[in-house]
């Protein structure tokens, strides 16, 4: 305990926010209105629901404490809708259902009827394909009367063939780095993510980078010094955010997470070449 109570010190006693932002994963560690604050005075920028996990009721009680949180702060905490995709659930995960003939279930179209009556600020499409995937998930927004910028996830070899076109039709992009694991070689990660950025930056576009960012700490009240780099490398290589997954929806230590993810970032920046920085 008096770890935790020095490292949220720390964290608090340079208020200096980082430019880059964080996304953090709201779920079952962090759902009371307690943690959220200090979520969110520990510098949480936007806040991510990932549908595959828990009920609509569950995540209506985490847009109503994400929301109470950020007008007791002052501050507007962004919420993005993860829809779920084609994913099938095995004993030690997920991965895409190779079966589906697209990136929108039906499945996902419930849930995009319930962001768009309770307040969401972005929708995320998981396993986007091609351009067509947000096409026809802008055209299923538009019948409902959702008007909100899409991020497209990459997750797919086949969204790598086709990166260009799936960065021109998204208002933002996500580089899910676990799903790519499981569709191209775990070496090629790094420069696959460098490239993502690269042309995200060009395109004026959000680029955010996620997945096992800070794994560790779902467990620990510190990071790996592996982590550590991992983070700073993706805000030296132009991320416009960053995102914590399993870290904080599940994790012992989601404030903690938080609070370091910050000083990773702002320590990052103070090295970085000055350049634009894209927010959500």
Do not use: C
């Not at 507007?76 to 697209?102: K, M, T, Y």
């Not at 086709?162 to 191209?184: F, K, P, S, T």
């Not at 696959?192 to 997945?211: M, W």
């Amino acid at each position: 305990m008096a770890l935790r109570a020095e490292l949220l010190k720390m964290s608090l006693i340079n208020m200096e926010r980082s430019q880059a932002q964080i996304v953090a994963t709201i779920g079952p560690a962090t759902r009371e209105l307690s943690v959220m604050r200090e979520l969110v005075k520990n510098q949480m920028d936007v806040a991510r629901l990932n549908f595959f996990w828990g009920t609509l009721e569950e995540q209506l009680s985490y847009i109503n404490v994400i929301k109470e949180a950020a007008k007791e702060a002052g501050r507007n905490i962004p919420i993005i809708a993860d829809l779920a995709g084609p994913r099938v659930q095995e004993e030690h995960g997920h991965e895409f259902d190779a079966g589906s003939a697209g990136a929108l279930t039906e499945k996902d179209l419930r849930d995009l009827d319930f962001a768009g009556k309770n307040g969401v600020d972005y929708i995320s499409l998981s396993y986007v394909g091609n351009a067509e995937d947000l096409k026809l998930l802008r055209g299923e927004m538009r019948v409902r009367g959702i008007e909100k910028p899409i991020i497209a996830k990459i997750e797919r070899k086949k969204a790598l063939d086709n990166i260009a076109e799936i960065i021109a039709e998204a208002d933002a992009v996500m580089i899910g780095r676990g799903d790519l694991g499981n569709e191209v070689p775990l070496q090629e990660i790094p420069y696959i993510e460098q490239d993502i950025i690269r042309r995200a930056n060009t395109a004026g576009k959000p680029v955010i980078t996620a997945t096992q960012m800070m794994v560790s700490m779902v467990d620990s009240p510190v990071p790996t010094r592996a982590e550590v780099t991992d983070v700073t490398y993706a805000i030296l290589s132009g991320s416009d955010a960053v995102m914590l997954s399993e870290e904080t929806a599940r994790g012992r230590y989601p404030v903690e997470t938080v609070a370091m993810m910050e000083k990773i970032i702002l320590e990052a920046e103070k090295h970085a070449a000055k350049r634009d920085i894209h927010p959500l």
